[in-house]
């Protein structure tokens, strides 16, 4: 199984990226932000509660988060691995899907890092906001996630660096290139895993 873990600050790319690398490898794509809005849409009482947190630019609590997550992995089955987009977003986060993935007989195998100058999030995540109409694309909150992230996120990168398992990509340039540098080392993995 190859299973991967993409991070990155809110508008670092983690959802286009996750699209490409699904396509060429068929991995299955499990992005937590998307779950919490489809269950905000159908007013389920998951989504009631996780909109409070979202439309502030906060965390959704690690044990919601954690159990919506467990579900999720248990309900759907994919033999050739998964991408997780959005998740971990904090250390405890992090240590949960170490122990669910490790019941599994299974682990994270890479972790990409997508890196982009705090000016161009900001830009990118405004013009997102103003295409789709994602509630917390707005000034006020883009702000707040920038600094969650950097305080209750950033740590799950030294988590898995200390654990060789973290690829820094710059996440400026072409969509292409930048997926480009991502396949070289997913195809360098899968070598030597096999
Ligand atoms: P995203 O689409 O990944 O940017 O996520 C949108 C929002 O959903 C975040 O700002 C959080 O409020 C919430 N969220 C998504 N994933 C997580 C997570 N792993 N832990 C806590 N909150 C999350």
Redesign the pocket.
């Known amino acids: 199984m190859l299973n991967i873990v993409i991070f990155g600050a ?2 670092a790319g ?2 286009t990226q996750s699209n490409l690398i699904i396509k060429k490898y068929g991995l299955l794509h499990i ?7 489809k269950e905000i849409a159908n007013k389920t009482e998951l989504g009631l509660v ?1 909109e409070k ?2 439309n ?7 044990q ?2 954690v159990d919506v ?1 467990a579900e999720l992995i248990d309900q759907s089955e994919n033999e050739k691995g998964y991408i997780f ?6 250390l405890s ?1 992090a240590k949960a899907l170490d122990e669910m993935l490790r019941e599994r007989k299974t682990s994270v195998a890479t972790v990409f890092n997508l890196s982009v100058n705090e000016d161009e999030l900001i830009e990118r995540l405004l013009k997102r906001g103003e295409e789709c109409g ?1 509630c ?1 694309d707005r000034i006020e ?1 883009i702000q707040n ?1 920038l600094n ?1 992230y950097k305080e209750q996120t950033e740590p799950v990168k030294e988590y898995y660096k200390k654990k060789g398992k973290l690829f820094t990509i710059k996440g400026v340039g072409s969509i292409d290139d930048i997926f480009e540098e991502i396949t070289e080392v997913i195809d360098r993995i899968s070598n030597i895993k096999d």
């Open positions: 809110p508008g983690k959802g992005s937590t932000g998307e779950i919490l809005r996780a947190y979202i502030k630019g906060k965390l959704v609590p690690d919601l988060i997550f987009d959005g998740f971990p977003r904090t986060q994602r917390d909150v996630r969650v």
